[in-house]
């Protein structure tokens, strides 16, 4: 499961980001840029395992999934591992490349 992995990595990397001394986060945004090889609904159980896994049990998490261009016919598409052809033409979909997810905390104004 390579999703453990990259979520365990972006939400270390978005809670590392605010550096010492803040609060707890009050939001976790998780933004899915290749949904073809990372399921949403992937990605946020697996998010809620690593956040567990910091003691924060519960953070509310938001998750979305950025749709894919085709390069064929210029389409977008809500685009799922199971059918990752363009729903218009039927041209396979474009491997997006660099980071398949995101994290952002949101935190508490101090």
């Keep these: 499961m390579h999703e453990a992995g990259l979520l ?5 990397d978005a809670l590392a980001a605010a550096g ?25 159980m697996h998010a809620e ?7 924060l049990f519960d953070i509310p998490i ?3 999934a950025d749709p894919v261009e085709c ?7 809500e685009a799922h591992a199971d059918h990752p052809f363009c729903a218009d033409c039927g041209w ?9 997810v995101e994290a952002t905390m949101r935190w508490a104004p101090e």
């Design 49 to 55: 395992l690593a956040l567990r896994a910091r003691g």
């Design 8 to 12: 365990a990595a972006a939400v270390a």
């Design 71 to 77: 390069v064929a016919c210029g389409v977008s598409n």
């Design 62 to 64: 938001e998750v979305t």
């Design 92 to 100: 396979p979909l474009p491997d997006r490349g660099g980071d398949a």
């Design 20 to 44: 010492p001394g803040r609060q707890r986060p009050i939001a976790i945004e998780i933004r899915v840029r290749d949904p073809i090889h990372v399921a949403p609904e992937s990605a946020r």
